[in-house]
């Protein structure tokens, strides 16, 4: 168990660790030759150009001004100044709200800091409680431990001190969460109004196409929304299914960086020709020459794509019964996007089309019947792989400790004996292991959310972020807690009574807290101080520079600025926020390391959001109820502890006045979920008409079919020379007004007359006027 000086070593570890990262990034960000890296986002809006282009020779590589290196945290007051609606500008809503994240969590905590260390610290620490408990029943405790509620003595009238300060934790962090909440609905509602205009205000996307003999789908979607929209339907593009197109693609363009690295490599040595081997990564089988070879192999593979690209457009079967249908007016996009189409709830769905750039193509060619199956696998491996977890986390983390050590190797116990050494172990090792056994989960959730067939990258990272938020609780809160108390007291569960068990489970459960602390300070300070040197993006950006760029456009792709990483980044924030909840009545000494946590990642975040990452994706905030939810739950959790805490404690009279805590936070937050959550899910019809009524004003011969047209083509058909016949193939209309005729023989799938043909008998075809 970790004591007061092992927690001040390892503080001294991460802080020495965050100060060094941040001396390496003052030093690496003013190198001209590193500009594109720490300032991307500034080069992809075309606002900055690269330093190295003029001056002397030394001075396009290093910068030789001594003086700017001794303001080397000046970065730190410029993130701060940019305002807050400068900065939904530049980097869109969805940064700014999460760095609100940030920002609500020190709003949060630090009142509850001041008040639990004025009111709670005294109480715990005036009493001898874990002395006598050392002495008589052989219960492990420290320092730290002393200023939590295990020092309190059971039957203790001290414990309502714990009561009123629970009620006042939630009561403040409810207020805080509903002003948060009406804050950014207004925002989102606000941001939605002024942005400019999108291709997803227009559109919908529509699945579960029903199948019809003789009909397309491309003429059955013409067909239907003619019908059933007939003054606004403007224009629709059938979903096809490319995967392996978009495949060949891929595999063209690494065969193309192969080729410009072989070509340069061989304009700066003419002398003789490269050859390359052709067997498993180049390392034996005929040698060849390496430019004619990836000249071949380009060709060949060219032709596998013009192919497959026929093959595309021409067979029936690779267009999925799924289509993007525009419409002339916000209004009418919301209306078709909001409603149920026909009487078979399972035909015809409609929702809301993603952004252009947040589509997730691969996904669209999966059938919509799959989906359901997809998911309960996928809810079955979760499972599974959540609770398996527990049993090599707990190994790693018995290992990280001097018992686990001497156990796994003895010839190691004359180092680990060593006092600095024991402090390091038990004040850093345990946080580190855990966080490298973590490194590969988020690639394992969002492979498992790509699986169950969500269509755009906005909700496979808000699935993924549920997923590890649900991961962090139970492995790394729960089984870390668990475990870890029946591990440090294995002496005492086994030399005591059966029914004395839960009682010292009770006191060992506040005595993790020492753990976490420790995590925090690795993850939280070292960790987020990390972040900002980008060492992977400035490692990749400069080995492209040297081996594959040949213009400013491959000097731009090198660029990798990164996004906020949603489906990583909230759930460590979420952990935070249970932890700080559960332990602000238990254990107040851990609340000051959270709000270190807080305040450092949100100036390094905010400076990165507004010098590096470029977001992949607008979702207006579309996030916030399920950041909301989670710090309720957390919350509740927070409330359920405590009584079980105060329940081993014998407060009998006491616990049950928190009953009501958690009936009351989750009434709270079905209030906040029927008062703001709609904002969030659904776009106002009076907002809509506003927004349509003003552009038509403003712009009344506005062709929108030419902008909506190719909005939403497949990113492997784009720039292609014939988009115009593929255009046509996959179901475009011509500009003018036609006649649409259909083949069909039945009105299965049109319920109502049809207002175009103004015919209602099901046998007669169907013939009507595009107005």
């Not at 193309?256 to 304009?267: E, G, M």
Request: charged share 20%.
């Amino acid at each position: 168990m970790a004591t007061l000086q092992d927690i001040g070593v390892s503080a001294g570890i991460n802080i020495l660790s965050a100060f060094v990262f941040f001396i390496i990034f003052a030093v690496l960000r003013l190198q001209p030759f590193n500009d594109r890296v720490y300032f991307s986002k500034w080069y992809l809006k075309g606002i900055r150009s690269s330093p190295a282009r003029g001056g002397a020779f030394a001075q396009r590589f290093v910068n030789l001004d001594f003086r700017s290196y001794m303001k080397f945290l000046n970065w730190m007051p410029e993130a701060l100044k940019m305002p807050e609606p400068e900065l939904i500008d530049h980097a869109g809503l969805d940064s700014v709200v999460y760095l609100r994240i940030y920002w609500l969590g020190l709003k949060i905590f630090a009142p509850i800091a001041v008040l639990a260390w004025a009111v709670l610290v005294p109480v715990n620490w005036t009493n001898n409680t874990l002395e006598m408990a050392k002495h008589l029943r052989n219960v492990t405790s420290s320092d730290i431990d002393k200023l939590s509620v295990s020092n309190i003595p059971e039957y203790s009238v001290r414990f309502w001190t714990h009561i009123v300060m629970a009620y006042a934790f939630t009561i403040w962090t409810c207020y805080v969460l509903m002003k948060e909440y009406e804050t950014i609905a207004n925002m989102r509602l606000q941001f939605v109004a002024s942005e400019a205009r999108r291709p997803d205000q227009f559109t919908v996307l529509v699945r579960n196409v029903p199948p019809d003999a003789d009909e397309s789908v491309s003429e059955l979607v013409e067909h239907f929304f003619l019908v059933n929209h007939p003054d606004n339907y403007l224009t629709h593009q059938v979903v096809c299914n490319a995967n392996k197109l978009a495949d060949l693609v891929k595999e063209k363009k690494k065969l193309q960086n192969w080729l410009d690295y072989y070509q340069l490599k061989y304009a700066r040595n003419n002398t003789q020709r490269i050859v390359v081997k052709l067997g498993f990564h180049g390392l034996w089988g005929k040698k060849v020459d390496a430019i004619e070879h990836y000249i071949a192999e380009i060709d060949k593979i060219s032709k596998e794509i013009g192919k497959e690209r026929e093959e595309v457009v021409n067979d029936p079967k690779s267009i999925m019964p799924a289509a993007f249908v525009s419409f002339k007016t916000r209004w009418a996009a919301a209306v078709c996007a909001q409603t149920q189409q026909t009487r078979n709830p399972t035909q015809w769905l409609t929702e809301w089309a993603p952004e252009p750039r947040d589509v997730y193509w691969s996904n669209l060619a999966i059938p919509y019947v799959s989906l359901t199956v997809r998911r309960l696998i996928m809810h079955v491996a979760f499972f599974f792989l959540t609770f398996f977890f527990i049993i090599p986390i707990a190994f790693v983390q018995s290992l990280a400790t001097i018992e686990g050590i001497e156990k796994a190797a003895p010839f190691l116990k004359f180092i680990v004996e060593d006092k600095f050494m024991k402090s390091v172990i038990q004040g850093f090792l345990p946080g580190i292991a855990l966080k490298l056994f973590l490194a590969f989960l988020p690639s394992i959730l969002m492979i498992m959310s790509k699986f169950e067939g969500f269509t755009s990258i906005s909700s496979l990272e808000r699935r993924s972020a549920f997923r590890y938020y649900i991961f962090n609780l139970v492995n790394v809160f729960l089984a870390s807690v668990i475990t870890g108390a029946a591990f440090e007291q294995l002496n005492s569960f086994l030399n005591q009574s059966p029914n004395q068990i839960p009682k010292t489970i009770g006191v060992a459960i506040p005595m993790k807290a020492t753990f976490f602390i420790t995590y925090i300070m690795v993850d939280g300070w070292a960790g987020v101080a990390g972040e900002i040197l980008m060492l992977k993006p400035l490692i990749m950006f400069h080995l492209k520079n040297a081996f594959l760029v040949k213009t400013e456009k491959d000097r731009e792709e090198a660029m990798d600025p990164g996004s906020i990483g949603f489906n990583t980044g909230e759930p460590r924030i979420q952990l935070y926020f249970l932890l700080g909840l559960v332990y602000a009545p238990v254990t107040p000494m851990l609340l000051p390391f959270i709000l270190v946590f807080f305040a450092l990642a949100y100036i390094v975040y905010r400076h990165q959001i507004i010098n590096v990452y470029n977001q992949e994706y607008e979702s207006a905030a579309a996030f916030w109820p399920d950041v909301h939810g989670r710090v309720i739950a957390a919350l509740v959790i927070s409330q359920l502890l405590l009584m079980g805490l105060l329940g081993t404690k014998h407060a009998a009279l006491a616990a049950p006045f928190l009953i009501a805590l958690p009936v009351l936070t989750i009434g709270f937050h079905h209030f906040c979920k029927g008062r703001y959550e709609p904002a969030f899910i659904r776009y106002p019809l009076q907002e809509a008409m506003m927004k349509d009524t003003l552009e038509t004003a403003r712009e009344p011969n506005l062709n929108l079919k030419g902008y909506l047209q190719n909005a939403y083509i497949h990113p492997v058909f784009k720039g292609d020379e014939d988009d115009d016949d593929i255009d046509d193939k996959l179901g475009k209309f011509e500009d003018e007004a036609i006649i649409v005729p259909t083949k069909r023989q039945s009105r299965r799938n049109t319920p109502a007359p049809s207002r175009i043909s103004g015919e209602s008998s099901p046998s007669l075809p169907f013939s009507g006027k595009l107005v």
